[in-house]
């Protein structure tokens, strides 16, 4: 298991842009996809964007692509997800996962991953 925590979360206007950072705690986070996942009140936890573990591959649901960006910087253990032109739908807590060795289309789904972090609350105002 890989403990992760999110951080960078909270209140911003629509329009405005955001960053929410994931610290992982292995030694060997080169070989990890890692994926942001988001839950809103009421609704299931949904894929927001994933790279993988080489960071050659990235997807992004199509609500974000073009206003999301997810990045990765082995060698301080951290993946990010640089959130612009955000709109009050986007409102959510933000959650990072960690799947060893994943690189494919699978990075995707929730059930894939198998190390959470406890989440950061992502809050656009109209």
């Known amino acids: 298991q890989v403990q992760l925590v999110e951080s960078g979360g909270g209140l911003v206007q629509a329009g405005d842009s955001l960053r929410v950072s994931c610290a992982a705690s292995?030694?060997?986070?080169?070989?990890?996809?890692m994926g942001w996942f988001r839950q809103a009140p009421g609704k299931e936890r949904e894929f927001v964007a994933a790279?993988?573990?080489?960071?050659?591959?990235?997807y992004y649901a199509d609500s974000v692509k073009g206003r999301f960006t997810i990045s990765r910087d082995n060698a301080k253990n951290t993946v990010v997800l640089q959130m612009n032109s955000l709109k009050p739908e986007d409102t959510a807590v933000y959650y990072c996962?960690?799947?060893?060795?994943?690189?494919?289309?699978?990075?995707?789904?929730?059930?894939?991953?198998?190390?959470w972090g406890q989440g950061t609350q992502v809050t656009v105002s109209s």
């Open positions: 996962a960690a799947k060893l060795y994943g690189s494919g289309d699978e990075i995707q789904y929730a059930l894939q991953y198998t190390s």
């Open positions: 292995t030694r060997t986070f080169s070989n990890y996809a």
């Open positions: 790279i993988s573990w080489s960071g050659a591959r990235k």
